[in-house]
């Protein structure tokens, strides 16, 4: 993907994460509102409901319309509305904060590789991290001797893993470089 397709996507993450946040905020106010006008305050209808007189009815008595028990699954949809978009706003900026954070690791780890250990984690990469030090000499079409160089020197930075595996030895690619 380009650098520019992957900025576009990631403003439109988080421009998402923030109208949830909105909507939350929202939701949440409408739900207080409700609460409190209904069984706080006890109002059960606007003022002008109060002086109105239903027709069939032969005491005259002021129309009550039953507004709580019409509201009350409004107030449960707007709290529940509120804190799915709520969970949905943090976990979207959570996996936008590890996203970016696996590119910076990308960017600084290219920065201190050579460009035959470039190689060499770009071949691991299209193994899915594992491949054992013969593979990599026969695919790299580097020398041993170079192969264990770069194994020795990327695996004092922490960015692959070697294990010993039969004759040879396995070399283990760490996650964090992963492409998604």
């Avoid at 590890?98 to 590119?103: F, I, L, P, T």
Wanted: with cysteine.
């Amino acid at each position: 993907m380009k650098p520019k397709e992957q900025n576009n996507k990631r403003r439109l993450y988080w421009f998402i994460s923030i109208l949830c946040f909105i909507y939350a905020g929202v939701a949440l106010i409408l739900f207080v509102y409700l609460l409190y006008f209904l069984y706080v305050r006890g109002q059960y209808a606007p003022p002008s409901f109060r002086n109105f007189t239903h027709a069939g009815n032969l005491t005259g008595a002021a129309f009550r319309p039953p507004v709580r028990t019409i509201t009350t699954p409004f107030l449960g949809v707007f709290l529940f509305g509120s804190l799915i978009s709520v969970l949905a706003g943090i976990s979207l900026m959570n996996l936008l904060r590890a996203k970016e954070s696996k590119e910076l690791k990308r960017e600084m780890i290219d920065s201190m590789v050579m460009p035959d250990e470039k190689i060499v984690i770009k071949e691991l990469e299209k193994n899915n991290g594992y491949l054992t030090q013969s593979e990599l000499v026969a695919s790299t079409g580097l020398t041993k001797v170079k192969i264990h160089r770069i194994i020795k020197r990327l695996e004092s930075l922490g960015i692959v893993s070697k294990y010993p595996y039969g004759v040879t030895n396995k070399i283990k690619l760490e996650k964090i470089l992963y492409e998604d």
